[in-house]
């Protein structure tokens, strides 16, 4: 067996365990939150206005996950108004992915495998040992191979506008019992950089690898929308798979609120790098912007 993977269980896989490569940090190396603690809104004094969240709102419950904790963490096992949800992010791929934490009868928890598939962050649950990809949304290996885990609509956005929009809300402590500089990015240089860190396996020539694009996929279609041509669209109403669908965009925080517009549903969506969107959706179509209608006479 491979020495990447031989903690974890791939007896059973989908994906070739050569394309499972080290991130560079053990097995925990990075280590998930399972006990998170949360603050108010006037005690989280470490946090600028122009910080980035992950915002969830759950039957009316607001929290904020920010960006430079879930940097050193990268998954966080919480429970919001009695849902179990794991807030995941990848700095490689720039992706922040809310999950509910139930499959079937079970709630499970994640870890950090320290491992890697298409530049994407690997997770394992600490029930199975099965590795977990965030951007494909499912159990690659070992015995929960195939199942998939249920998206739930989150938001990126500044805190600044976060919690004027939820003044109520909580916010993840940096009090989170590991000694890490939160104030500091480790990953600033990776995304000034044009340059992608680890490879993947396809490269999509129809963007540059590390452009930023809003993806969503329903019913097997996926779309990818790129952030400089929705930036001039506040609005837009699209379909996709068959669904309707109203994307709200604010390019100066770079929220993205994605609903039906029947129903106002929240649909979840994913901010990430082009190159990992492409790579985990080959068959993704790229919006374009319509021409504008000639001046009638």
Sequence with gaps: ???????????????????????????????????????????????????????????????????????????????????????????????????????????????????????????????????????????????RMGTRLQAVAAEVTSWEDWRSRHPKTLVLSHETGFARDYGRDPYRWYHESPEVMFPVTRVDPRLHAKEWVLGIEIGGAARAYPLPSLSRHSRLDDELGGVRIRIEYEPRTRRAAVRRPDTSEPLPSVLAYWFAWAAFHPRTEVWTPKPAAPNQP
């Design 1 to 143: 067996m491979a020495p990447a993977v031989r903690a974890f269980d791939v007896s059973r896989r989908k994906i070739p365990l050569e394309e499972i490569v080290s991130g560079g940090p053990p097995k925990d190396g990075i280590p998930a939150l399972r006990s998170p603690k949360f603050v108010p809104v006037e005690k989280a004094t470490f946090l600028a206005r122009d910080d980035e969240v992950v915002g969830l709102v759950v039957q009316g419950e607001a929290r904020a996950y920010p960006i430079r904790i879930l940097n050193w963490h990268e998954v966080v096992n919480d429970q919001i108004a009695g849902r179990p949800v794991a807030i995941t992010y990848c700095p490689l791929t720039g992706s922040a992915v809310v999950f509910d934490r139930r499959v079937g009868e079970n709630v499970l928890t994640f870890g950090v495998s320290g491992k890697l598939y298409q530049s994407n962050v690997l997770m394992y649950d600490h029930q199975t040992e099965s590795l977990w990809s965030q951007l494909a949304q499912e159990a690659v290996t070992g015995e």
